[in-house]
């Protein structure tokens, strides 16, 4: 049920593109480029060339076309498949003295340390620590909490909150059970799916914040390193995602939003 790519040609064609796009993301786009030059590189050496592509080919006909998906982390075996290319090529270009092309190579190092750091420190900054923080303070005992997202995606809830499913369908919002007092929603349910060639538009997330269901908006975190694609990519979907939190209110209640109000997106609401 996982497999997002059609046994055919053109599948196939999109998953070894999106294979690629992932392993550009995961060793930094100099480096990639740096792995491309020392792969025409070693076509001279053909004994060299076939040692090292053969295992990489090998990966992807085995296990990548067989099960017909892929994610991020499926293409790290790949990384370290691929180094030794750069290390061919910046080797040699290291070797022939140039001063231009030592600082190259330096400073092609220094992007990937800061490439790693920047990762890092999203991790670390991830926004949904920051949502955890706000509903140990505002959640109660008996708080309960609907939310349609896999809890990889979503902030650690107090042990004691109990969870209702809930979902999206048709411009209503469905809830499986009790009506809970919050929604917490994670922007990581929706952007994950831009990964491969599926489409799930964020008009469901957009739809569900700005219809009158009940709920109002009353907390949004998010990460600002979003901001810093350069320095900080994002090609892990779940990584510092938009965390909103609604809050339910009732029919006679002032702040209860009305169906005439336009759609703010999350980025707006924060602001």
């Not at 480096?31 to 053969?54: D, E």
Request: net charge positive; aromatic share 16%.
């Amino acid at each position: 049920r996982y497999q997002t790519y059609s046994n055919t040609f053109p599948g196939h064609f999109s998953l070894a593109f999106h294979t690629l796009a992932h392993l550009a993301n995961a060793l930094n786009m100099p480096v990639f480029l740096g792995c491309l030059a020392g792969v025409w590189h070693t076509i001279r050496n053909r004994q060299a060339f076939i040692s090292l592509i053969v295992p990489f080919v090998s990966y992807y006909l085995t296990f990548l076309s067989v099960i017909l998906y892929v994610y991020p982390r499926f293409v790290f075996p790949l990384v370290f498949l691929a180094l030794p290319f750069a290390g061919r090529a910046l080797s040699e270009l290291w070797e022939t003295k140039s001063k231009f092309a030592q600082f190259f190579v330096a400073a092609l190092l220094v992007h990937s340390f800061a490439y790693g750091f920047f990762l890092d420190l999203q991790f670390t900054l991830d926004s949904r620590y920051e949502a955890e923080a706000w509903m140990k303070q505002n959640f109660t005992k008996t708080t309960t909490v609907g939310t349609d997202a896999q809890a990889a995606y979503l902030p650690r809830f107090p042990k004691t909150v109990k969870l209702t499913k809930i979902s999206f369908t048709g411009g209503r919002l469905i809830i499986e059970g009790e009506r809970p007092e919050y929604i917490v929603l994670s922007r990581a349910q929706y952007r994950r799916y831009r990964v491969s060639h599926l489409t799930e538009p964020e008009q469901k997330l957009v739809a569900l914040i700005g219809n009158n269901n009940g709920y109002k908006v009353v907390a949004a975190f998010d990460n600002a390193l979003d901001n810093e694609p350069f320095f900080a990519p994002r090609f892990l979907p779940y990584v510092s995602p938009t965390i909103i939190i609604l809050q339910g209110v009732s029919p006679n209640d002032a702040n209860a939003p009305s169906p005439s109000e336009p759609v703010s997106t999350d980025r707006e609401m924060m602001e």
